[in-house]
């Protein structure tokens, strides 16, 4: 068993954090007044040593019953009891788990036991990877290291603390994924092959969502877990339609890179790169880079001594459909990624052709309400990013196609949202009834409204009633 004590740097951000919660220090103290100890447990240690910001704090007490815990708890709040039978307790409004030391029984319905005198080291045991598998003595403030994490964090080493142990939850393989894209740690060969081979054909999809989402939203390079599902050979059972892309040529003029996998990889991380307004939005265009290119492992082939893709974009809206399917339930998530790969080469196609700011409305509103002309920018210009010839890494540079087709967005008020329709159909109540003869005026209107800029609800209504008749 290592232990040592805490560097100075870590006991202070420690301190800092635990100052915000006295109720917490209280709570330790009393434990340790009836002789039990604390311990912070988990991922918090790990960010912690590596000098994260720190946001969910696991203590586990030992050397106390559950019931004697509780009752020091109370003194402190109302004790909320839902997770009791896995020996967790929490305080009402304060952000901690208080848990006993425990151990799952191996069974198709696993019991869960728990065992307040439990050796640390047994107790720590059944943690997913050693560098989750310490903890802080919140009293002496020495750091418990049973299976040398601290040593694998300064490496940059995933291994698991027992391979018996991270078979029992296949969620864990996916917590791999998205660990070794957050802290850019890699598995060892140990870890390597018990991922190669686990069975993870059970693991529901919204738990899968949950490790998907850490990948993307707090990973510099989310590329590297997704990278590895191909090395380990995996890649084809988690993400066939992406698979399916690992190969296809790309014409070299336009992608020095190569295949379309290494494109997509590219783009993945120069989207990360990127800002965002908030993490749906960052979503959004994380997975919609993700699907962008699947269309052209159904398109893609040599015409006339050229790779071409013709159509890529329409094609891969099915495929990236069925690929979210299996990482995410979310339909708003879903409908807002197909309609930035539908439209991922738009940008560049209106720059190009110096199209009137209608054009722009017209995409915006086809977009919306799930995506805008904004993301779709950024989709745009993580695909030009994911060109770089060294292959591992995306460019940084600026291009000014996109540059221009925001500044147009932005002119015409549209980047963030459609322009809003001057004529509704309330406006045509007691002229037009309600019903397909009144949409399809409405639509007319609208186009009528962006293509000549009307403004004025008489003047376009006027003008679209007249229309109507005429066409009648």
């Known amino acids: 068993m290592n232990i040592t004590k805490i560097s100075k740097s870590v006991q202070s951000a420690l301190d800092t954090y635990l100052d915000d919660y006295p109720p917490i220090l209280s ?14 447990v988990g991922g918090a240690v790990r960010d912690l040593l590596l000098g ?6 696991d203590i586990e007490v030992h050397g106390i019953p559950l019931g004697d815990l509780q009752t020091i708890l109370k003194k402190f709040g109302h004790v909320i009891l839902v997770g009791k039978v896995f020996g967790v307790l929490r305080i009402k409004g304060l952000d901690v788990d208080w848990s006993i030391p425990r151990k799952d029984l191996a069974g198709r319905k696993p019991e869960v036991v728990t ?21 802080i003595d919140l009293i002496t403030h020495e750091l418990i290291d049973p299976f040398g994490g601290y040593n694998h964090l300064e490496n940059k080493i995933l291994s698991a603390p027992d391979k018996n142990k991270f078979l029992e939850d296949p969620l864990r393989f996916y917590r791999v994924m998205q660990f070794i894209s ?9 870890l390597n092959e018990i991922c190669r081979d686990m069975d993870i054909s059970n693991v529901s999809v919204e738990r899968i969502e949950v490790e998907f989402d850490k990948l993307m939203l707090k990973s510099k390079k989310p590329s590297l ?7 380990i050979e995996r890649l084809s059972e988690v993400l066939p339609e992406l698979y399916n892309i690992v190969d296809i040529p790309q014409e070299p003029s336009w992608h020095p890179e190569g295949e379309v996998f290494e494109h997509t990889m590219q783009c993945l991380d120069a989207a990360a790169a990127m800002k965002y307004d908030n993490e ?3 979503l959004k265009v994380m997975y919609a880079v993700l699907c962008h290119d699947l269309g052209k492992s159904e398109t893609t082939e040599n015409i006339g001594g050229q790779w071409k893709s013709i159509g890529h974009s329409k094609e891969g809206v099915k495929l990236s459909k069925n690929m979210l399917s299996r990482i995410t ?5 879903r409908d807002a990624v197909c309609k930035l790969v539908r439209y991922h080469m738009s940008p560049a196609q209106l720059v190009a052709a110096n199209s009137k700011p209608s054009a722009y409305k017209r995409l915006a509103k086809k977009l919306s309400p799930e995506a805008t002309l904004e993301l779709l920018a950024k989709v745009s210009l993580a695909d030009k990013q994911g060109r770089n010839p060294v292959k591992g890494a995306p460019l940084t540079k600026i291009f000014p196609a996109i540059d221009k087709f925001l500044q147009i967005a932005r002119t015409a008020k549209v980047e963030k949202v459609p322009e809003a329709p001057v004529l509704l159909g309330r406006d045509l109540m007691g002229i037009i009834e309600p019903g397909p003869k009144m949409g399809e005026l409405l639509k007319q209107a609208y186009e009528i409204q ?9 003047t376009l209504k006027e003008i679209v009633l007249q229309e109507g008749k005429l066409a009648d």
């Open 450 to 458: 962006i293509e000549q800029g009307i403004k004025k609800k008489e």
């Open 225 to 231: 877990g997704i990278r590895w599902l191909k090395e």
């Open 329 to 333: 339930k979310r339909k708003d998530l």
């Open 182 to 190: 957050r802290f850019e740690m890699f598995p060892d060969e140990q």
């Open 115 to 135: 065992d307040p005198f439990m050796d640390l080291r047994e107790a720590f045991l059944r943690r997913d990877l050693t560098i989750n598998a310490m903890g």
């Open 52 to 57: 994260v910001k720190i946001k969910d704090l």
């Open 280 to 282: 749906e939005d960052k």
């Open 27 to 40: 709570i330790i103290r009393q434990i340790d007044a009836q002789g039990g100890k604390s311990f912070l």
